[in-house]
């Protein structure tokens, strides 16, 4: 089960290893790249009349992996279990818990890792009135910084995402920026815009 709110394994899904550490292949994001197939001058793919085939090497390289262990229990003594009163089911009890702390861990280790620069160098910071929580200035514009992102790792990857993860103070700014409610003024009364509408809204480029 995964709590309301929780979004690490949306964003870095488990995989299986079958060793605690090892080796992985990286393969090269050219080939998924548009505008090195485009038929362009730079490294398109486009050829002469009667001439040769542009040829390529596929670009693999290796990185290594070592994998750490999370671990949690909650000794349940059989007295109590023998003695639990109706309605408290302590062995559901314990189960419960555990998967929440443990998830609650895999969370703070997923924030920290997209918030180290070292790790996650694909970034831009916001400052003073350019910030998404200034809806006085006019010269924030979410839709504008959200299209900017959405270039950047497309270009990078040669995949444009298809998933946006934001907090719940970043929701509730968004719901009352200026830009946002000008959008929706003449489709929603009551000023109220969804999950829906705001994706289709921030995710237009894709």
């Avoid at 197939?37 to 542009?54: E, H, P």
């Avoid at 998967?99 to 924030?111: F, G, I, R, T």
């Amino acid at each position: 089960l995964r709590p309301a709110g929780y979004v690490a394994d949306l964003i870095m899904p488990r995989l299986r290893s079958a060793k605690i550490d090892g080796t992985y292949y990286i393969h090269g994001t050219t080939p998924f790249k548009l505008e090195a197939l485009s038929g362009d001058a730079v490294g398109g793919i486009k050829r002469n009349f009667t001439g040769d085939y542009k040829r390529e090497q596929i670009s693999v390289s290796k990185g290594t992996y070592s994998c750490t262990e999370y671990g949690l229990e909650i000794p349940l003594d059989d007295t109590v279990l023998k003695n639990q009163d109706p309605g408290v089911d302590w062995e559901y009890a314990a189960t419960i818990n555990l998967n929440a702390w443990l998830m609650a861990q895999k969370e703070y280790n997923v924030a920290s890792m997209l918030r180290d620069s070292a790790i996650n160098t694909q970034y831009t910071t916001l400052s003073s009135t350019t910030q998404w929580s200034d809806i006085t200035s006019g010269a924030s514009h979410p839709s504008a910084d959200i299209a900017t992102g959405i270039g950047t790792i497309e270009k990078a990857a040669g995949v444009a995402p298809n998933l946006l993860v934001m907090s719940s103070g970043t929701w509730r700014q968004l719901q009352n920026h200026p830009e946002v409610r000008e959008q929706f003024k003449y489709t929603n009364a009551s000023g109220a815009v969804n999950e829906q509408q705001m994706a289709g809204y921030l995710m237009r480029g894709l």
